[in-house]
């Protein structure tokens, strides 16, 4: 098993991430015992395997877990060394507080992802345009037509 130094740190940022509080959170995760968490903890180191499982799931960058740098930056072909916007985030931080909270609140109250939608598609009304056209939606239920 391959291990990362900075155990708190990187735990920290699992907890940001999943919307964990607890390691006992994470071991039932991992399918392991809780005990299980206590040596690696100890000695300040992450496995990398459990850090490669919650990325994954939460869809997150493994970089950001282990070390807190976010990537995805990039630049397109031919403008290297240039800032007039070819330089790229994968992933917005809005998108990624708004993925968390979402499994914050769903964790409690499945509902909510359901009123989520509902009110994006209300207030939002080219994104339920594009989001029609995109998966061919009846327009009345947004439900996919097969």
């Known amino acids: 098993m391959t291990n990362i130094s900075n155990y708190d740190k990187i735990w920290e940022r699992v907890q940001q991430v999943t919307g964990w509080k607890k390691q006992k959170d994470m071991a039932a995760f991992l399918g ?69 909270w979402l499994r914050e609140m769903t964790s409690d109250d499945p509902g909510w992802r359901t009123w989520f939608e509902m009110e994006i598609m209300d207030k939002i009304p080219k994104f339920k345009e594009w989001r029609q056209k995109k998966w061919h939606l009846d327009k009345d239920d947004n439900s996919a037509v097969i």
């Open 32 to 100: 392991i015992n809780s005990s299980a968490i206590t040596n690696p903890k100890k000695r300040g180191v992450f496995p990398l395997e459990w850090a490669v499982k919650i990325a994954i799931e939460h869809e997150e960058s493994v970089v950001y877990i282990l070390t807190g740098r976010i990537p995805g930056k990039y630049v397109r072909k031919g403008n290297e060394g240039k800032t007039n916007g070819d330089v790229c985030r994968l992933e917005d931080q809005l998108i990624k507080d708004i993925k968390l």
